[in-house]
């Protein structure tokens, strides 16, 4: 059992860490435009609200969504009780919630896979980068599969896959935006509150696949809270005091949205009924952060190997 926790517990810290690494690289490009004192105010401040309010908040606020007729008392009591009615309402709405943060990772790992500039680890990313004109069709057949899918089971299943949806389109034009502002932040003449203020909600929307993404290793809020918040507090420090650190390994994001990806598939077919060991889902990440890093420590020596030369 202890085996079982420590394991999970394992594995959404570092799908935190991993799925945190463009909201780090952002923080550790702005925080380079502001002072020590500034920089320890973020760490600080920010371990509060990143950790804290927004990471420790948002799986409450999904179990709610999810079980809207829980008062807000027994969705906190949830993570602390085994009250009967509560538990059968989570066994019921488990599948709604699985499904719509699913269907949310997935589409974010599309939009990533057809639509963003990268470093290529393999050639089939470039090419498939060359086609992101198909992004929006295969998205838009994905969904409509899912619904049609859903709708034989359950109506409310696919309710959940249009939030799951319509929640990835508006976190991920907040993300689109994100390195516009980078550059503005860095070129403006802005005080450091204004920036560490930026920053902090850009983490609040950041921080969602990370939150969603947890639930396909476990419906435990205590276990989310822990390795989620274990995965937060490494990357905030990591992001102060190693600043060039990300920008040094090329491939991490590559993993991290790999990760997200299978994650994605593992929620949509468990909500369909499909079981998976408790262990897969950390062995995964685990592997794919393995080779991403790999490659990347590759890169960084065939580049120090041409700088010799």
Same mark, same amino acid.
């Given at each position: 059992?202890?085996?079982?926790? %420590?394991? &999970?517990?394992?594995? /959404?810290?570092?799908?935190? $860490?991993?799925?945190?690494?463009?909201?780090?690289?952002?923080?550790?490009?702005?925080?380079?435009?502001?002072?020590?004192?500034?920089?320890? $105010?973020?760490?600080? @401040?920010?371990?509060?609200?990143?950790?804290?309010?927004?990471?420790?908040?948002?799986?409450? $606020?999904?179990? @709610?969504?999810?079980?809207?007729?829980?008062?807000?008392?027994?969705?906190?009591?949830?993570?602390?009780?085994?009250?009967?009615?509560?538990?059968?309402?989570?066994?019921?709405?488990?599948?709604?919630?699985?499904?719509?943060?699913?269907?949310?990772? &997935?589409?974010?790992?599309?939009?990533?896979?057809? #639509?963003?500039?990268?470093?290529?680890?393999?050639?089939?990313?470039?090419?498939?980068?060359?086609? +992101?004109?198909?992004?929006?069709?295969?998205?838009?057949?994905?969904?409509?599969? *899912?619904?049609? /899918?859903?709708?034989?089971?359950?109506?409310?299943? +696919? /309710?959940?896959?249009?939030?799951?949806?319509?929640?990835?389109?508006?976190?991920?034009?907040?993300?689109?935006?994100?390195?516009?502002?980078?550059?503005? !932040?860095?070129?403006?003449?802005?005080?450091? @509150?204004?920036?560490?203020?930026? !920053?902090?909600?850009?983490?609040?929307?950041?921080?969602?696949?990370? &939150?969603?993404?947890?639930? +396909?290793?476990?419906?435990? =809020?205590?276990?989310?809270?822990?390795?989620?918040?274990?995965?937060?507090?490494?990357?905030?420090?990591?992001? *102060?005091?190693?600043?060039?650190?990300?920008?040094?390994?090329?491939?991490?994001?590559?993993?991290?949205?790999?990760? $997200?990806?299978?994650?994605?598939? =593992?929620?949509?077919?468990?909500?369909?009924?499909?079981?998976?060991?408790? @262990?897969?889902?950390? /062995?995964?990440?685990?592997?794919?952060?393995?080779?991403? #890093?790999?490659?990347?420590?590759?890169? #960084?020596? %065939?580049?120090?190997?041409?700088?010799?030369?």
């Amino acid at each position: 059992m202890i085996i079982h926790l %420590l394991i &999970v517990v394992f594995g /959404l810290a570092l799908f935190e $860490i991993i799925s945190s690494i463009d909201n780090a690289i952002i923080n550790a490009h702005v925080l380079k435009t502001v002072s020590a004192k500034y920089r320890k $105010i973020f760490l600080f @401040w920010g371990i509060l609200f990143a950790v804290f309010l927004i990471r420790g908040g948002l799986p409450f $606020i999904i179990i @709610w969504f999810a079980n809207p007729q829980l008062a807000a008392g027994q969705v906190i009591s949830f993570a602390f009780s085994n009250e009967q009615i509560i538990q059968e309402s989570m066994a019921h709405s488990t599948p709604l919630l699985l499904l719509g943060g699913g269907i949310y990772l &997935v589409l974010v790992f599309l939009a990533w896979l057809f #639509l963003e500039e990268k470093n290529y680890a393999f050639l089939v990313e470039h090419f498939i980068h060359r086609q +992101a004109i198909w992004f929006y069709a295969l998205a838009s057949l994905f969904l409509t599969a *899912v619904i049609y /899918l859903s709708i034989k089971i359950n109506p409310l299943l +696919a /309710l959940a896959a249009s939030i799951g949806a319509t929640a990835f389109f508006i976190t991920d034009g907040f993300k689109k935006n994100a390195e516009e502002k980078e550059r503005q !932040l860095l070129s403006a003449n802005m005080s450091g @509150w204004s920036k560490i203020i930026y !920053l902090e909600f850009l983490d609040a929307s950041f921080s969602i696949d990370g &939150v969603i993404g947890a639930f +396909a290793f476990t419906l435990s =809020i205590p276990l989310i809270l822990l390795g989620n918040g274990i995965g937060a507090l490494v990357v905030r420090q990591m992001t *102060v005091y190693g600043i060039d650190f990300m920008d040094r390994f090329a491939y991490l994001k590559n993993g991290a949205m790999y990760a $997200i990806g299978f994650l994605g598939g =593992i929620m949509v077919l468990e909500s369909f009924g499909k079981e998976f060991p408790f @262990w897969l889902a950390p /062995l995964n990440t685990t592997l794919l952060l393995g080779l991403f #890093l790999f490659l990347s420590l590759r890169q #960084l020596k %065939l580049g120090a190997k041409k700088i010799s030369q």
